[in-house]
């Protein structure tokens, strides 16, 4: 779910019923990516009991906890910390922020699963930045549909919807679409004036995207995907060496090249420095007296490293 929709007050709503509700001695954790961040949802429970002189005078409120003496329960906020996390019986676990956790804090946190009759791990978080993380192996558990005791709900806009599509606004964010929004369109389209697409797209309309990090503007790379051969000799050997770069260009019909280009490590160890150039597709680089390829001479691996990045030095020109 994006930003600003309220999920971390609703994990602290759940910790507080917990408190009262859950079983006798429960523990409801809060896991967040650091100290800071756990005691957010701490803030948000501590300010919930004060305003409820009910709950204010049957709770005991400290500045690290709470505490229900009645029930003997405990609201606890703990760092993603592998060795903060053993030890403990939770009722209620809740992960904010999954997308920065890291698979051994994972593990340890949700380890202890099984220890009640009844236990719960929320998880909510924003998308990450890329699917290499344990949020995203999640989400295809969740959106594959076929565990009863996983639930997953996802809020996020149609994929290849614009930025400034106010729809997709709502579709992504509960809190534009409640009954009572509590969300402001004005706010969302001030951040869209403001960050990059893929960072928009990420914290603002709840995408997986890839590239949120990266410095090279959102979709140039995609533009300039049709292929352009560069063909080069090594200095050294007067091999012919071949490399490939993406280019909006089109090859001269009086000069074709192939569309596909690669380069081979030939073997490894004494020999791990040197690559053979060749050619993907039915014509070989060089053809042999029998059927198939003949190896091209050895080129040494630096004057393809060299010729590489100057086509790179070339492609950033053109961006």
């Known amino acids: 779910m994006p930003r600003a929709n309220g999920k971390t007050m609703l994990a602290a709503a759940l910790t507080i019923a917990e408190l009262w509700v859950g079983p006798p001695s429960a523990e409801a954790l809060v896991v967040a990516?650091?100290?800071?961040?756990?005691?957010?949802?701490?803030?948000?429970?501590?300010?919930?009991i004060e305003l409820n002189p009910v709950l204010a005078e049957r709770c005991h409120i400290f500045a690290d906890r709470l505490y229900v003496p009645e029930t003997d329960s405990l609201l606890l906020p703990l760092p993603a910390e592998p060795g903060a996390l053993h030890g403990?019986?939770?009722?209620?676990?809740?992960?904010?922020?999954?997308?920065?956790?890291?698979?051994?804090?994972?593990?340890?946190?949700?380890?202890?699963?099984?220890?009640?009759?009844?236990?719960?791990?929320?998880a909510i978080s924003t998308p990450a930045t890329t699917p290499d993380c344990v949020m995203w192996s999640l989400v295809e558990h969740g959106r594959a549909g076929d565990d009863p005791a996983f639930y997953f709900e996802e809020y996020g806009a149609p994929e290849g919807c614009t930025t400034d599509d106010r729809e997709a606004w709502r579709i992504a964010n509960p809190a534009?679409?409640?009954?009572?929004?509590?969300?402001?369109?004005?706010?969302?389209?001030?951040?869209?004036?403001?960050l990059r697409e893929p960072v928009f797209r990420q914290l603002r309309l709840g995408q997986w995207v890839t590239g949120a990090e990266s410095w090279m503007p959102w979709g140039v790379w995609a533009d300039r995907a049709s292929p352009m051969v560069i063909e080069w000799c090594s200095p050294s050997t007067g091999a012919p060496a071949v490399t490939a770069r993406r280019s909006s260009e089109t090859p001269p019909a009086e000069n074709p090249r192939p569309p596909v280009i690669g380069l081979r490590q030939l073997h490894s160890g004494s020999d791990s420095d040197v690559l053979l150039p060749f050619r993907l597709g039915k014509t070989p680089l060089r053809q042999g007296s029998g059927k198939g390829y003949e190896p091209a001479p050895r080129v040494p691996s630096s004057e393809i490293v060299e010729l590489i990045e100057c086509q790179s030095v070339d492609l950033l020109m053109r961006c």
Request: aromatic share 4%.
């Open 33 to 48: 990516s650091d100290q800071r961040q756990a005691n957010i949802t701490l803030r948000y429970a501590r300010r919930m």
């Open 88 to 122: 403990h019986d939770p009722a209620l676990l809740v992960v904010d922020e999954l997308h920065v956790v890291t698979g051994d804090v994972w593990t340890a946190a949700t380890s202890a699963a099984g220890k009640r009759p009844e236990s719960l791990t929320l």
């Open 176 to 194: 534009l679409a409640c009954e009572d929004p509590f969300l402001a369109e004005d706010g969302i389209e001030a951040v869209r004036r403001t």
